[in-house]
């Protein structure tokens, strides 16, 4: 079945550390998107990347980085800059072709610190 | 500045009892308003698209409408399984290639058997 897989389901980051979320979709998608979703918050959206090697920041990037080196993969880096990175984190994708098209989700990384 | 926001915030409802949940939204020119599902420690499942005034979209017992302002979803005799967080989200004109989606914060839907 065609979808996307976040993983981790649940990760704990120490102070000072780094941690990757890992995104996978074999959807054949053109873009791929990282949203943070905090409790009675909007998800908001922190990169963007509508083709390989190409990224564009959202608006919550400072503290994160990502790559795309691979089509199917857009995995995000949550960094010691940022301060408050208890969250959960929503990898998605869409095609950008023929029209206004939906985002699909994966299921989510829960990220806590220790 | 693009805004959306939802109401309620939470609904609760008998098994049975229609209701209607509301999105308004603000944005410099709409070219798509999107409802999803999100159940707990899931991801949002796509529902609807909704791309002008007037448009309506059905799905077993949820029916989504809109107008210029707001959009809303009607949820008829609803059962147990229709309770979820439900999001909406709209894509503003201007931004070319990737969507760059606003969302409300959600209605959280509650149905007792």
């Known amino acids: 079945d065609g979808g996307i897989t976040q993983s981790p389901k649940y990760l704990f980051r120490k102070e000072g550390q780094n941690v990757t979320l890992s995104c996978e979709q074999n959807l054949n998608h053109d873009a791929m998107y990282w949203y943070r979703q905090d409790p009675g918050q909007g998800l908001r959206l922190i990169y963007y990347s509508q083709i390989v090697n190409d990224f564009q920041k959202g608006d919550i990037a400072e503290g994160y980085s990502v790559s795309r080196e691979k089509k199917e993969s857009f995995p995000l880096t949550v960094t010691s800059a940022q301060k408050n990175p208890t969250a959960f984190y929503l990898c998605?994708?869409?095609?950008?072709?023929?029209?206004?098209?939906?985002?699909?989700f994966g299921d989510g990384t829960r990220l806590s610190i220790l | 500045e693009d805004q959306v926001t939802q109401s309620p915030e939470a609904l609760r409802l008998q098994e049975g009892e229609s209701s209607s949940l509301n999105c308004s939204y603000t944005v410099s020119g709409l070219r798509g308003l999107f409802w999803y599902r999100q159940d707990p420690g899931k991801g949002p499942e796509f529902l609807f698209t909704l791309y002008s005034a007037g448009e309506e979209k059905e799905k077993e017992r949820l029916k989504a409408t809109l107008t210029k302002k707001e959009s809303f979803l009607h949820i008829t005799a609803p059962k147990p399984e229709d309770s979820a967080t439900y999001l909406c989200a709209v894509q503003a004109e201007g931004i070319q290639g990737a969507q760059k989606l606003v969302f409300g914060q959600g209605t959280r839907l509650t149905i007792n058997p």
């Open positions: 998605a994708s869409s095609i950008l072709t023929g029209g206004i098209q939906p985002q699909h």
